[in-house]
């Protein structure tokens, strides 16, 4: 949406940043697994935007162990006992040998309140699952699994007597986009001050990012559907649950329920990156180093992970995508200089696969260093989600209609995941409402009022760290919730409302919704979204 150059502007000052919270004297103490790049991030956000604290981290790789925890949890001192282990079975052994001693009345080093786990996303299921007996609060990072009955199995894990219950423990999806200072303003301009009236419509977009999207779907972790998932679920699973956070889920402070969506459909495939694509000048080359037009291609891995023009190695970056490659680029650098980190990501790029390769050998690993025509990818690269709400009034306010049918009237939402792009990830949205529009674009929101022809921008804070404050903004809520328990008298139904403000039942919801739209787009359908819900998610919670 192009706002109308002819329209009063009311240019709104930029909001200030949420405070950090204040620490408690026993502050919450919190466990990392998986010391990759999103582990990395959470801990990064815990230590300058929470008042919790990183004590310990589990992850098998040893020197992405001790570089996370150097930096947020022992420094340059040796880790002392329960600051490190080599994995989360590693950490539930220690864990259960601790309580064992504590109840022995032997003296016994502190405990984590709650942990993020970061692990890769097909490993979710059996960390929470196999934690679950502990009764730590938790963090999972996007997608909650790759699979329905996964996620089911963990619905149940953290219900085990009562489906209908609440929860005993804090818990929270990494769905950052709900956390931004940008969208939790957005949120209220919307639903609390009603700022177009009804929303009627929504389209948004997420613009992966040419050289990203080549980066991590089609050489990287999530690019074959057998090893992970579809994109949809493993790129954009956040942007389909802050449609329903906004089309679905009640205002804060409201009774109200759910409003659920009637349809969903989706159309979208692989239309780019495959050998039907290959330009004819690159020949057989399977590998960036050996294509004769490597220089001139622009998915060139060299230019990418070594260039200056993007975020490669010479623009002086060694974080993403550098460290992707090479996860121990900086040691690289520190130890041999400039020269070493660029021969390091050399032989990385050089590794390649044949025909004869064993498949199993294949999907074991990234190729960086593909040719990105030439790749085992096989997810969407295009994909376009609709879904519906019927008129859905509630018991007659009064003999009220219009109250009762205040946020729950008929509306559409299209959500487009593009991996052609410029921008990376800077999500833009248009809304139409019954009194205006809102024009969202990740860092200003430009709102039109139909009744007196104003416009009026607004500009959030734009926050530091990942998804615009997003991963500050999740880490802060989490810990506040588990502060609020453990500190201050809250129950876990009031934490999780308050603070984290998202429930089980709505993560399960935007997760179901994902797999529905991925089983209307291999089918060619529009389904039924309650018969669907009824079918798939209620008929394996009643399984034993």
């Keep these: 949406m192009a706002p109308h150059a002819d329209s009063p502007v009311d240019d709104g000052d930029c909001l200030p940043a949420p405070p950090r919270p204040a620490m408690s004297a026993n502050p919450p103490r919190l466990l990392i697994i998986g010391a990759g790049s999103r582990g990395n991030a959470y801990a990064r956000a815990t230590a300058e935007s929470t008042n919790g604290i990183t004590v310990a981290v589990a992850e098998p790789i040893a020197y992405k162990r001790k570089q996370l925890g150097e930096k947020y949890i022992w420094g340059k001192a040796r880790p002392s006992e329960g600051q490190e282990f080599e994995d989360w079975k590693a950490f539930l052994k220690w864990e259960l040998e601790r309580r064992a001693k504590a109840s022995r009345g032997e003296e016994v080093t502190e405990g984590v309140d709650g942990a993020f786990i970061c692990v890769l996303d097909e ?143 989706s159309v979208g495939s692989l239309q780019y990156f495959n050998k039907t694509r290959k330009p004819t000048a690159a020949g057989n080359a399977t590998n960036c180093l050996s294509c004769p037009i490597e220089t001139s291609c622009k998915y060139s891995a060299k230019k990418i992970y070594l260039g200056s023009e993007l975020k490669g190695l010479g623009s002086g970056n060694t974080h993403w995508p550098v460290h992707i490659v090479v996860p121990e680029i900086e040691e690289c650098i520190s130890v041999g200089g400039h020269a070493a980190g660029e021969a390091a990501i050399m032989k990385r790029l050089e590794e390649n696969y044949t025909s004869d390769t064993p498949d199993s050998e294949v999907a074991a690993k990234n190729w960086f260093g593909r040719c990105v025509y030439e790749s085992d990818n096989d997810v969407c690269d295009e994909q376009v989600v609709a879904m519906s709400w019927d008129n859905d009034p509630l018991p007659k306010i009064s003999g009220d209609n219009e109250k009762a049918l205040v946020g729950r009237g008929a509306k559409t939402a299209v959500f487009h995941m593009v991996a052609h792009t410029k921008q990376i990830c800077d999500r833009y949205t248009n809304i139409y409402g019954t009194d205006g529009e809102i024009y969202a674009d990740s860092h200003t929101i430009t709102v039109e009022d139909f009744n007196t022809g104003a416009k009026k921008i607004y500009r959030p804070f734009v926050a530091g760290g990942g998804h615009g404050g997003g991963d500050d903004g999740l880490a802060r809520q989490f810990i506040l919730a588990v502060d609020a328990v453990k500190n201050h008298g809250a129950s876990v139904e009031d934490a999780q409302r308050e603070h984290v403000g998202c429930s089980l039942e709505e993560v399960i919801r935007s997760h179901a919704m994902v797999f529905a739209a991925e089983q209307a787009r291999l089918h060619r359908k529009v389904l039924d979204f309650p018969q669907w819900w009824t079918e798939n998610v209620e008929a394996r919670l009643a399984k034993s």
């Design 123 to 265: 490993q979710h299921k059996e960390v929470i699952v196999g934690l679950a007996p502990l009764g730590l609060h938790i963090m999972c990072e996007k997608p909650l699994a790759t699979t329905l009955d996964d996620c089911v199995s963990i619905y149940k894990s953290l219900l085990p007597n009562h489906l209908n219950t609440t929860p005993s423990t804090i818990f929270s999806i990494g769905h950052v986009l709900r956390y931004s200072p940008h969208n939790m303003l957005l949120r209220k301009l919307l639903l609390e001050d009603r700022i177009i009236g009804e929303i009627v419509s929504i389209n948004h977009t997420e613009p992966v990012g040419w050289w990203h999207f080549a980066h991590s779907y089609v050489r990287g972790n999530w690019r074959r559907e057998s090893t992970t998932a579809p994109s949809l679920l493993t790129k954009s699973c956040h942007d389909i649950d802050v449609l329903l956070w906004l089309l679905c889920s009640p205002p804060p402070g409201s009774n109200k329920p759910a409003h659920i969506p009637t349809t969903v459909t």
